[in-house]
Structures are given as C-alpha cells and as structure tokens.
C-alpha cells in the first residue's frame, strides 16, 4: 500500500512563496506518475504540475516543480502567490507493484493568500 505526506501549506499575503512537498513511502517497484492539482472552493479540480504535462500555462510564469527520485517526493515551488491561488492542493501518485497499478491521492494541503 502506498501512503502520501503532503506539507508545506498555509497563510500567506500576495506576493509572497510557499513550497510544497508530497512524499511517497510504502510498498511498490517504481513511480510511474506525480502530480500536483488544486481545487478552489465550487470549482473543479485542475492540474498545476505533473510529471506528464509540467507546469500549467496559467502558472508557469509562477510555479516550478521537482522531483526527488531518491526520496520519492515531488516539490512544487510557488512564487508571487495571488488570492486566486486559493486552494487545497492535492498531490497524485501512481506506482507499479505486484499488483500492477496504484493510483493514490494525499489528503491535501490548504494554500491560502489573503490580499
């Protein structure tokens, strides 16, 4: 089974930075797959970065993420926050195993930005 540990959120004003972490532990043969989403309050879940897609065009200019393949934790580095960033980030990892295909969701992380 694998687990996720998200961190990293929290309160911050315009303008300013937060980094958030999501580690994967448990047991399996390789990561096939990390990403980072966001849902804001009423609106639908969107992507901010994967390991498939990279960064979101609307925030690119913004956000950057990393991997650290020996510590199984994907880092999303977000800069110049807005009010609009508002939302719980949720990380997304998919692993191979014995039993081929887990697909796991952490519980999220809430990112504030007061204006």
């Known amino acids: 089974q694998v687990q996720l540990v998200e961190s990293g959120g929290g309160l911050v004003q315009t303008g300013e930075s937060l980094t958030l972490s999501c580690a994967a532990s448990g047991v399996f043969d390789k990561i096939v797959f990390m990403g980072w989403y966001r849902q804001a309050s009423g609106k639908e879940r969107e992507a901010v970065a994967t390991?498939?897609?990279n960064v979101a065009d609307s925030v690119k200019d913004r956000f950057s993420f990393s991997r650290d393949t020996s510590k199984n934790t994907l880092y999303l580095q977000m800069n110049n926050l807005r009010p609009e960033d508002t939302a719980a980030y949720l990380c997304?990892?998919?692993?191979?195993?014995?039993?081929?295909?887990?697909?796991?969701w952490g519980q999220g992380t809430q990112v504030t930005v007061s204006s």
């Open positions: 997304n990892v998919v692993t191979m195993g014995r039993d081929g295909l887990s697909n796991v």
């Open positions: 390991t498939s897609t």
